[in-house]
């Protein structure tokens, strides 16, 4: 009779993982004709592959006035960022939204 005997052998290996960026969709605004002095909604979707990311933003109008942060709603990688901006003259730039997820990466998307 022989005794039974277990073979095992075990092996590492290094993971390195690297956080993704944020993907941003198109900028939607709330007219498509602008108008000083009345305020411009900008709402911008955006997907994440790092379900458990917590998320920022801030838009830049494109006027020259100070960048605002955006209110971001979002649950599991998915989410939106919106802003109100009212612009005191005629014309603009720009628009431009960046989005960073708590990890540091971020997307810049512009309209």
Known sequence: MQAA?????TDATDVTMTNAAPVVQAITL????PRT???????GPFTDT???????AVWNGGD???PTIGS????KGSGSVSNSHTYTSAGFDTITLTVTDDDSAERLVQL
Not at 37 to 43: C, P, Q, R
């Open 72 to 75: 971001v709603t979002e649950s």
């Open 5 to 9: 005997t277990n073979n095992c052998a």
């Open 30 to 33: 709330s007219t498509n004709e």
């Open 50 to 56: 790092g379900t458990l990311d917590t998320h920022t």
């Open 37 to 43: 002095n009345v305020a411009l909604t900008a709402i």
């Open 64 to 66: 020259g006035s100070s």
